[in-house]
């Protein structure tokens, strides 16, 4: 028998004994959720969140793939600011590569407006969150480390100052000034991240070319007693982040832990202990 013929027999003699997985899931094909609107439009940029999983957005068509996972249900909360949040489960068999849902506008009643400039692109996407999106877009293809928080998740934090919309995201440590203000710091503790507020730098009082100020827990040099008496650096060394805006004008923040995650399509001024970037506009539906 020819070789091609003897192995062609000994791979259908395996899969027929169950000791090799089926023809689909060998060459298991990505799985895609598509988002429509009811009017029949894909709806870009969509939260799209399963159970367990951090939130991904769909593409300009609508799309979002979520993998070559074989479970036949999933369970998915889809938002996009405008519509009304959409959560439910999928089947998504071994034969099965897309889902759609579809999500309704939220009505209301809106006086007549004429349009005179383009921030608003033809998807209704503000003209400052498309670099945002487009990042987070490559991070979703393997491309680049940031962390991620679009207009819905920002809104579903529902946080009353802006240093709460970072608590627990790897890569921030939060720390407090001597008066108790709230400062972002590298995971170690070590140095102050950098702060963008859309597209340029906050600095402390004393500026952005003072020097990097020491820890908060760093000890001063005086000493009581031989005791060595911990003095916290003033608040004008530091970016206060709940001095810089008001949450409700937060529309999008990412984060890059470390200097070297950065893309270059962001300014990085000294970032080297990491970025974090907000975007304002506020949470307004297109």
């Given at each position: 028998?020819p070789?091609c013929?003897r192995?062609?027999?000994v791979?259908?003699?395996l899969?027929?004994?169950?000791?090799?997985p089926p023809?689909s899931?060998a060459?298991?094909?990505q799985?895609?959720?598509?988002?429509?609107?009811?009017?029949?439009?894909?709806?870009?940029?969509?939260?799209v969140t399963l159970a367990?999983?951090?939130p991904?957005?769909t593409?300009?068509?609508?799309?979002?793939?979520i993998?070559?996972?074989?479970?036949a249900?999933?369970t998915?909360?889809?938002r996009r600011?405008?519509?009304?949040?959409?959560y439910?489960?999928?089947?998504?068999?071994?034969?099965?590569?897309?889902?759609q849902?579809?999500?309704?506008?939220?009505?209301?009643?809106?006086?007549?407006?004429t349009i005179t400039?383009?921030?608003?692109?033809?998807?209704?996407?503000?003209?400052?969150?498309?670099?945002?999106y487009e990042?987070?877009?490559a991070r979703?293809?393997g491309?680049?480390s940031g962390?991620?928080?679009?207009?819905?998740?920002?809104?579903k934090?529902?946080?009353?100052?802006?240093?709460?919309?970072l608590q627990?995201?790897?890569g921030?440590?939060?720390?407090?000034?001597?008066?108790?203000?709230?400062?972002?710091?590298?995971?170690?503790?070590?140095c102050?991240?950098?702060?963008?507020?859309?597209?340029r730098?906050a600095?402390?009082?004393?500026?952005?070319?003072a020097?990097p100020?020491?820890?908060?827990?760093?000890?001063?040099?005086a000493?009581?007693?031989?005791?060595?008496?911990?003095?916290?650096?003033?608040d004008?060394q530091?970016?206060?982040?709940?001095?810089l805006?008001?949450?409700?004008?937060?529309?999008?923040v990412?984060?890059y832990?470390?200097?070297?995650?950065i893309?270059?399509s962001?300014?990085t001024p000294?970032?080297?202990c990491?970025?974090?970037a907000?975007?304002?506009?506020?949470r307004k539906?297109?």
């Amino acid at each position: 028998m020819p070789p091609c013929l003897r192995n062609a027999s000994v791979l259908a003699a395996l899969l027929g004994a169950g000791l090799l997985p089926p023809w689909s899931g060998a060459f298991a094909q990505q799985r895609t959720i598509r988002i429509m609107g009811d009017d029949g439009q894909p709806v870009a940029f969509a939260n799209v969140t399963l159970a367990g999983e951090r939130p991904k957005i769909t593409n300009e068509k609508g799309e979002v793939e979520i993998g070559s996972a074989s479970r036949a249900t999933l369970t998915a909360d889809v938002r996009r600011l405008g519509y009304e949040p959409w959560y439910g489960k999928l089947a998504m068999g071994d034969t099965v590569m897309s889902a759609q849902v579809t999500l309704h506008r939220i009505s209301r009643r809106m006086f007549t407006v004429t349009i005179t400039d383009s921030s608003y692109s033809a998807n209704g996407v503000p003209a400052y969150l498309r670099g945002f999106y487009e990042r987070m877009l490559a991070r979703q293809r393997g491309i680049g480390s940031g962390i991620y928080l679009t207009p819905e998740e920002v809104d579903k934090r529902n946080s009353n100052m802006v240093s709460a919309l970072l608590q627990g995201v790897n890569g921030v440590l939060l720390q407090r000034t001597s008066t108790g203000k709230t400062i972002a710091m590298s995971s170690g503790g070590t140095c102050q991240m950098t702060v963008l507020i859309d597209g340029r730098r906050a600095c402390p009082d004393n500026g952005c070319d003072a020097g990097p100020p020491p820890s908060p827990a760093a000890p001063g040099g005086a000493s009581r007693r031989g005791r060595s008496v911990v003095t916290p650096p003033r608040d004008e060394q530091f970016v206060l982040l709940d001095n810089l805006l008001s949450v409700n004008a937060v529309a999008a923040v990412e984060v890059y832990p470390r200097g070297a995650s950065i893309p270059p399509s962001l300014p990085t001024p000294d970032a080297s202990c990491g970025l974090i970037a907000f975007w304002t506009g506020g949470r307004k539906a297109p």
